[in-house]
């Protein structure tokens, strides 16, 4: 089962645009993960916020976290074409999952030269 | 630092076959999971391995099964293969089980099953 939502599905945007990609989950969690696919690669791992955090930052990279919706997003700021890839949102679970994580579905994310 | 390879990086099997796939983790890292990623979707969890005992296990039957050697690099085993198990199959490696430890994945394993 897959327990985070993201979205939109899929999202184009002129590079130099910020890029929003939302998330939702449904269980309580120990912190929230997202990573980038490139092409059915491997994901890469791009930020994980904890539990007791709302906000963080790396980079050209936003995260939020809001535990009491249950919802987190994720800002690219001036978008790059090699932004390009697929985004994926992970939980792990609390009580003790440790680093057993659950996937959403992933967002498309597309930036125009 | 070395990380985290996989092999083969493509595989085509038979129905009812059974198929082997390695995996070699980050150096450092000690627990090593495998995800299956069907196409269009997010990667699902199969189970993790830390120190040689699997240590949890996602919604997968038996068929699946693993196993993790003294140097941590790990195997997944899928036998009596199906049609649905078509997918790309990624490891991941990670450090001592440790809460908010981020996953380091491989290329992963694309098997398709005819």
């Known amino acids: 089962s897959q327990q985070g939502e993201e979205d939109p599905q899929a999202l184009s945007i002129q590079e130099g645009e910020n890029a929003t990609m939302n998330c939702s989950y449904k269980?309580?969690?120990?912190?929230l993960q997202w990573y980038r696919q490139n092409s059915g690669r491997g994901l890469v791992h791009l930020i994980l916020?904890?539990?007791?955090?709302r906000e963080k930052h790396s980079g050209r990279l936003r995260v939020t976290l809001d535990t009491s919706k249950k919802s987190s997003s994720l800002l690219i700021t001036a978008s790059r074409a090699a932004d390009t890839a697929s985004y994926f949102c992970a939980t792990d679970p609390f009580p003790g999952a440790n680093s057993k994580l659950t996937f959403g579905k992933g967002i498309t994310l597309s930036v125009r030269p | 630092e070395t990380g985290v390879t996989q092999s083969p990086t493509h595989l085509i099997k038979t129905r009812g076959q059974q198929v082997t796939l390695r995996c070699s983790s980050q150096?450092?890292?000690?627990?090593v999971s495998w995800y299956q990623q069907a196409l269009g979707q997010g990667p699902q969890f199969i189970f993790q391995?830390?120190?040689?005992?699997?240590?949890g296990r996602g919604n997968f039957p038996p068929r699946f099964s693993g196993l993790q050697f003294p140097n941590y690099s790990s195997e997944l085993n899928v036998n009596a293969l199906e049609l649905d198990d078509s997918a790309l199959y990624l490891c991941?490696?990670?450090?001592?089980?440790?809460?908010?430890?981020?996953?380091?994945f491989g290329n992963g394993t694309r098997l398709t099953v005819t």
């Open positions: 916020i904890r539990s007791n955090e």
């Open positions: 391995y830390y120190r040689e005992e699997e240590n």
């Open positions: 991941a490696s990670s450090e001592d089980r440790a809460y908010n430890s981020p996953l380091h």
């Open positions: 150096s450092g890292h000690n627990t």
């Open positions: 269980t309580s969690i120990n912190n």
